[in-house]
């Protein structure tokens, strides 16, 4: 199995894991699906429900803006998968993005069009043709609660989430290769300047 091939592996694995909490007979007990499906739940309601005429900045990291919807879609998944500390960790989890991002437009690192669609095309082949029966029904589950096809799914949805990923590895790369220890922008914190997103006045329903 070539590098690449293993990072699709490893990465499917850890969506797998990260959505589903699957392991060899997860779905042979229905308490399983359960993160899996309220994950979906709440994607499928932010893409039902958000639109441009409802964005509005909360916030910015390092002078670029932080929106309701990227907020809103962090911190209703954090919950659904049961975390303890949901705010903190959506915070967390768009400080690093946000860095990394940064970081990679500073240093020209860049993904092509071409590198996500191939990336997504050998994940959707080892999905449909080398998993196993419970993978790939979990997925299929998955898919289906998200309220698409798995058309849409792979061709839309998994591109940009596949984009972001393989951004990620490419910053990683040029990290090890140029010996950075970390990106400094990691340390920067993020201002939240609406009332009603700041810790002590969250109040979200989970739809």
């Not at 007990?29 to 964005?55: F, Y």
């Amino acid at each position: 199995m070539n590098k690449n091939r293993k990072i699709i592996v490893l990465s499917i694995c850890i969506v797998l894991i990260l959505l589903i909490g699957l392991s060899a007979d997860a779905f042979a007990d229905n308490n399983n699906k359960e993160p899996m499906l309220k994950v979906a739940d709440v994607i499928r309601n932010h893409v039902n429900n958000n639109g441009a005429d409802k964005k509005i900045s909360i916030g910015d990291f390092n002078g670029e803006p932080i929106y309701n919807d990227e907020f809103d879609l962090r911190y209703k998944k954090a919950v659904a998968m049961g975390s303890d500390t949901p705010y903190d960790d959506t915070i967390e989890s768009i400080r690093l993005l946000k860095a990394e991002k940064q970081f990679a437009d500073e240093n020209n690192i860049s993904v092509t069009q071409n590198e996500v669609l191939e990336y997504t095309n050998s994940q959707r082949d080892i999905v449909d043709n080398q998993a196993d029966a419970d993978i790939r029904n979990g997925f299929k589950a998955f898919i289906s609660e998200l309220g698409m096809s798995e058309d849409e799914y792979w061709t839309e949805y998994k591109l940009e989430e596949n984009a972001k990923y393989l951004l990620h590895l490419e910053v990683v790369h040029y990290q090890e290769k140029n010996n950075i220890i970390a990106n400094e922008l990691e340390n920067t914190p993020i201002q939240i300047t609406n009332e009603a997103y700041q810790k002590n006045n969250i109040d979200f329903e989970m739809e």
